[in-house]
């Protein structure tokens, strides 16, 4: 639940998927606290008095860090809530999660009826936020495949923030919570999680997710660079 992917909680009895987005679904810096309490539990034996110190350096540091995301979450919204009210975009529907890997690059998404509006700031900018990326909605491409299961288990997932692209005989849905490509670089502004939906001429739908980008060297340098704030 603290994650952008969310929780049914109320499944099977509704399908609303509960988040508060304060963690990145895989944050290193959360996980090395059970990590190291792991191993040193692992080498000790049974009947080691050290045990319990283990036990509790894992849970405390691992649940101190949690509530110190959600201290990050709290100051990242007043950021960025500021610099839309600046550039006359409502934050009447609004969404802000960590970036990969760590918990002090924040991306903040606003949406309106037509386009959701994005940009990332840094915890360590001594800089105001350079500028925002507009994602047009484009909500009238699916209407001939609105009815399809497969399309309509996305866009719940997605939890309505979602931008549809026409890229030949194909659309492209885009489940923006996750961020873009590069977020802070308009070059790169593509979303990393897209869906092919694609129908045939015999009018079958299919969806397809597309494949992930891979984190090399240069992208992992890239990140940590913004992660450093401008």
């Given at each position: 639940t603290m994650t952008s992917n969310g929780t049914g909680l109320f499944e099977?009895?509704?399908?609303?998927?509960?988040?508060?987005?304060?963690?990145?679904?895989?944050?290193?810096?959360?996980?090395?606290?059970?990590?190291?309490?792991?191993?040193?539990?692992?080498?000790?034996?049974?009947?080691?008095?050290r045990k319990k110190f283990w036990i509790r350096f894992g849970v405390v540091?691992?649940?101190?860090?949690?509530?110190?995301?959600?201290?990050?979450?709290?100051?990242?919204?007043?950021?960025f809530k500021d610099y839309y009210a600046?550039?006359?975009?409502?934050?009447?529907?609004?969404?802000?999660?960590?970036?990969?890997?760590?918990?002090?690059?924040?991306?903040?998404?606003a949406k309106d009826h037509d386009s959701i509006y994005t940009c990332y700031y840094s915890l360590f900018d001594k800089l105001p936020i350079q500028f925002y990326i507009a994602a047009p909605i484009n909500d009238?491409?699916?209407?001939?495949?609105r009815k399809d299961r497969s399309v309509n288990t996305v866009l719940r997932i997605s939890q309505g923030y979602y931008s549809v692209q026409k890229e030949n005989d194909k659309l492209v849905?885009?489940?923006?919570?996750?961020?873009?490509?590069?977020?802070?670089?308009?070059?790169?502004?593509?979303?990393?999680?897209?869906f092919n939906i694609e129908k045939d001429k015999d009018d079958i739908i299919t969806v397809n997710q597309t494949e992930l980008p891979g984190i090399d060297g240069n992208a992992f340098r890239l990140l940590i660079a913004r992660i450093k704030g401008n």
């Open positions: 099977p009895f509704r399908h609303a998927r509960i988040s508060f987005n304060n963690i990145f679904v895989a944050d290193p810096f959360f996980t090395i606290w059970f990590l190291i309490s792991f191993i040193a539990l692992l080498i000790l034996k049974n009947t080691s008095s540091l691992g649940s101190s860090y949690l509530i110190y995301t959600i201290f990050n979450k709290y100051e990242a919204d007043k950021i600046k550039n006359n975009i409502s934050t009447e529907t609004y969404f802000s999660a960590p970036a990969p890997l760590n918990n002090w690059l924040w991306m903040g998404m009238s491409l699916l209407t001939t495949v849905l885009s489940d923006t919570r996750f961020g873009l490509r590069n977020g802070w670089d308009k070059e790169e502004a593509q979303f990393v999680f897209r």
